[in-house]
């Protein structure tokens, strides 16, 4: 059974000082590494908002020609 110590003694101290440098150097990685995939999300929410007012566009484009023949049909069959 490993004997516990009162103190720290300074190669525990060293240890642990290595051990959070080495968590900072990671937790600076996993920021960077969010961050490149929130940038991909937003791309892929800018194209699918891009695709919805094309869309949108397109149906009321539509719509309105339908109604213009319906009204020229209307007046020009009197």
């Known amino acids: 059974m490993p004997v516990m110590l009162?103190?720290?003694n300074d190669d525990k101290m060293d240890a642990l000082a290595a051990e959070v440098a080495l968590?900072?150097?990671q937790l600076g990685e996993l920021?960077?590494?969010t961050k490149a995939?929130?940038?991909r999300l937003d791309d892929r929410f800018?194209?699918?908002q891009r695709a919805a007012i094309q869309a949108a566009v397109g149906l009321a484009s539509s719509m309105v020609?339908?109604?213009a023949i319906v009204v020229a049909a209307v007046l020009f069959a009197a």
């Open 65 to 67: 020609l339908g109604f």
């Open 46 to 48: 800018d194209w699918l």
């Open 23 to 25: 968590t900072r150097e």
């Open 6 to 8: 009162d103190r720290w």
């Open 31 to 33: 920021q960077r590494d």
């Open 37 to 39: 995939g929130f940038d």
